[in-house]
């Protein structure tokens, strides 16, 4: 290979098609035949993709094909909720399943490449990308990334409906300061390693391919020049051997990070620092051929990409059967299919989370004479898909008033008014909600943010609805009917004013295609709630950024003590706390029972407890374990969740769900960075939310230094064919 020709391997161009950033290089035919592209962002279909492959691969020197990338990251053509909304399952069976589907859809498109999941974590509802991850919490967090990336990759290596996942974004995005998108992230290595590391380290185990360097600085250092984090913890600390992948022209934004003066400076530096593919700069191609002929170090890293570009696309068979993923009548079968959107609609029920229920308002008969439906939310297909939804359709997704209108029965007279929408603060359509509400016996308000207002460069500095929205609660809470709120939204909102007036709310995220069948589902008492928050809802932005994993500090607050950790104006706990979320009937939890109340660092500790379902529905609860550690040489959160499981219980009914929790949970990083297990007591804490209450105690009886890193998968779902 020439240079040149290697250089080529590690320039992605973009397709013209999809811009998330300054306007990309675009590939051409000809840029092809010359071999300066080694992947294309954003191109896809069997056709499109057939036909540029066969440019690469019978009118180039080399005949090497190309590999397509895009962002499929709820779904490509069938949409499934939101990353986020899919979280609050805490069903991660079923996000594998999601992922797995998606990936079916997207590879016969002709797409190789899937830049997803993105397990970045987040605790500051301001940042728009909060929507894309998996919230708040590390062991969540590493759950759903192997989920995901299981999903997306298959279990059969080499078969044409396998992708090459990205962990994105490394590392620390989510901890932007004043969750302004693409802004500084400063925080220490104790918390970069406790926190933000663990969901990539568990993509990295579970075999992800790929991963996708951050736009932000990391405390003083940008990512896209991080030769610390890229080189020596991600390949040498973690054994990591896949592709690194630049963002959006993160390259080149080294200039504006200001640690690079010219574009050659920075190829250089993010070459040097391990970065394997340039997305869309086209910085590679101009600059590091003559860099690399002044400086063998470059060509050595140079020669190091392209070979795992190589290895990368001789693991999809690329190099036997080029045209393996461009197959049209594949592409016909396998899209929008009836099984891949009776799963949408599974995954939207199971994303549903209950907030409020005040007087068991839901759910709703469904031979009501009369249901008002009110909110321009309630109407938009486009926002019910949410954000980065691929090739997903708008008029092939299932709106909340249609999902309703499907539902009721035929006598049901369904009265729907716009009333206010997210994006303006005009009222006018306040009288023709109020009279279709005083005209019903019930009201369902739908309410929140369009599919706009979350996902990239959408951070929001308040978080109450937007628009007229508010007032419009108000009004319909005035009219004194049995009022539901619907959320279609992408982040934590501030509800107390929602939550006032509103006996009823329903967090239904951007629940995807299906969004209307499956919030109809719920609200009508078809399928059970049971989703669970996977990020905490704040009753002021003030308050954030948060987490239920919160250090105590030394003056933990009190409302006795004026001089401890708290606001005069708000209360400092959340308005809704991480893992809550109500079901239509009621459990209840024993105090959970331990194996032991003594055991030696190496030993494993089982926890028991056992559930009651003590309402008259059937229901699913998620059960949560915590753990805090009681005394260390090192401050520790409150609690941190080391497990959970889902149990289905028929009225009346009780189940024992046992944990086992072993080294890796009792392990903390000592001043060296390495593991270390410390003698003394660790409290258990179990119950259906992270405010549980039923505990236990147990004692550590030595400590003792770990060698190596452990393993940042949770227990339950390690061996590879886990089925959990
Ligand atoms: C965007 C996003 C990244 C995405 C990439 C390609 O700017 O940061 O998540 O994968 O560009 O679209």
Same mark, same amino acid.
């Given at each position: 290979m020439t240079l040149e020709e290697k250089v080529g391997q590690l320039t992605q161009m973009g397709?013209? *098609?999809?811009?998330?950033?300054?306007q990309a290089a675009t590939g051409t035919e000809e840029d092809i035949r010359r071999g300066h592209i080694g992947s294309f962002l954003g191109v896809w279909g069997a056709e499109t993709t057939r036909r540029l492959q066969r440019i690469a691969v019978e009118e180039t020197r080399l005949h090497i094909p190309l590999l397509f990338a895009s962002d499929v990251i709820h779904g490509f053509r069938t949409i499934f909720p939101v990353p986020l909304a899919e979280a609050a399952s805490w069903d991660v069976a079923l996000a594998e399943r999601c992922a797995r589907v998606a990936a079916l859809e997207a590879t016969a498109h002709?797409?190789?490449?899937?830049?997803?999941?993105?397990v970045d974590i987040a605790?500051?509802?301001?940042?728009?990308?909060?929507?894309?991850g998996a919230g708040e919490d590390p062991f969540l967090g590493s759950a759903f990334a192997v989920a995901r990336v299981r999903g997306l990759q298959g279990?059969?290596?080499? $078969?044409?409906?396998?992708m090459i996942a990205t962990a994105k974004h490394?590392?620390?995005?989510?901890?932007?300061e004043a969750g302004r998108d693409y802004n500084t992230a400063d925080i220490s290595e104790r918390t970069l390693r406790e926190v933000y590391l663990p969901p990539f380290r568990a993509a990295v185990e579970a075999g992800a391919g790929s991963i996708m360097a951050a736009f932000n600085e990391l405390a003083g250092v940008p990512m896209h020049a991080n030769r610390r984090l890229l @080189?020596?913890?991600?390949?040498?600390?973690?054994?990591f051997r896949g592709v690194v992948v630049s963002d959006y022209a993160g390259i080149e934004q080294l200039m504006a990070h200001g640690v690079a003066a010219t574009p050659a400076d920075a190829a250089r530096e993010a070459l040097s620092a391990g970065i394997d593919v340039d997305m869309v700069s086209g910085l590679y191609l101009r600059e590091l051929p003559a860099l690399a002929r002044r400086d063998p170090r470059l060509s050595r890293a140079i020669d190091d990409a392209v070979r795992r570009v190589l290895q990368a696309k001789q693991s999809l068979g690329l190099f036997d059967d080029?045209? @393996?993923? $461009?197959?049209v009548a594949r592409e016909a079968a396998r899209t929008s299919t009836p099984e891949a959107r009776a799963l949408s609609r599974e995954a939207a029920r199971e994303s549903l989370v209950l907030l409020e229920n005040r007087g068991q308002?839901?759910?709703?008969?469904?031979?009501?004479a009369t249901l008002a439906v009110i909110g321009a939310l309630a109407d938009d297909t486009r926002s019910v898909l949410?954000?980065?939804?691929?090739?997903?359709r708008p008029q092939e997704a299932v709106s909340i008033l249609a999902g309703i209108r499907a539902a009721v029965s035929p006598k049901t007279r369904v009265l729907y008014a716009?009333?206010?929408?997210?994006?303006?603060?005009?009222?006018?359509?306040f009288a023709e909600a109020e009279s279709a509400a005083r005209s019903a016996d019930a009201i369902i308000a739908v309410v929140g943010e369009t599919?706009?207002?979350?996902?990239?460069?959408?951070?929001?500095a308040r978080l109450e609805l937007p628009g007229a929205q508010q007032g419009l609660i108000e009004r319909l809470a005035a009219i004194q009917k049995p009022l539901v709120v619907i959320l279609l939204n992408g982040r934590p909102l501030v509800l107390s004013g929602v939550v006032a007036r509103a006996p009823a709310v329903l967090e239904a995220w951007y629940?995807?295609?299906?969004g209307g069948n499956a919030v109809a589902d719920v609200v009508f008492g078809d399928h059970d709630p049971s989703g669970k928050l996977p990020i905490s809802f704040p009753?002021?932005?003030?308050?954030?950024?948060?987490?239920?994993?919160?250090k105590p500090t030394g @003056?933990?607050?009190?409302?006795?003590?004026?001089? *401890?950790?708290?606001y005069l104006d708000v209360?400092?706990?959340?308005?809704y706390v991480f893992g809550h979320g109500l079901g239509y009937t009621r459990f209840e939890y024993d105090t959970p029972r331990l194996s032991a109340t003594r055991i030696d660092p190496e030993g494993e500790l089982r926890v028991q407890v056992t559930v009651h379902n003590t309402g008259q529905r059937a229901g699913d609860e998620v059960v949560q374990l915590y753990l805090r550690?009681?005394?260390?040489s090192f401050t520790r959160p409150v609690r941190s969740l080391r497990g959970f499981a889902r149990v289905s219980l028929a009225p009346g009914s009780a189940e024992e769900v046992t944990f086992t929790l072993d080294r890796d949970d009792f392990a903390l990083l000592d001043a060296d960075d390495k593991r270390v297990i410390e003698a003394g007591t660790f409290t258990v804490f179990v119950g259906g939310?992270?405010?549980?209450?039923r505990s236990a105690q147990f004692e550590v009886t030595r400590g003792e230094r770990l060698t190596g890193?452990?393993?940042?998968?949770p227990r339950f779902m390690r061996s590879a064919s886990a089925r959990w």
């Open positions: 397709g013209g *098609t999809q811009a998330t950033g300054p002709g797409l190789h490449w899937d830049y997803a999941p993105m605790r500051d509802a301001r940042w728009g990308r909060v929507v894309e279990h059969t290596p080499g $078969s044409a409906d396998a490394f590392v620390a995005y989510g901890a932007a @080189r020596d913890v991600l390949r040498d600390e973690w054994g080029p045209y @393996r993923y $461009s197959d308002i839901l759910p709703l008969p469904k031979g009501l949410g954000n980065w939804a691929a090739v997903g716009r009333g206010a929408s997210a994006r303006s603060d005009d009222t006018s359509g599919e706009d207002m979350s996902g990239e460069a959408r951070s929001r629940p995807g295609s299906e009753r002021a932005v003030g308050q954030l950024p948060m987490s239920y994993a919160h @003056r933990p607050p009190s409302d006795s003590e004026s001089y *401890t950790s708290k209360a400092v706990t959340p308005l550690d009681d005394v260390a939310s992270s405010s549980a209450e890193r452990g393993s940042a998968v």
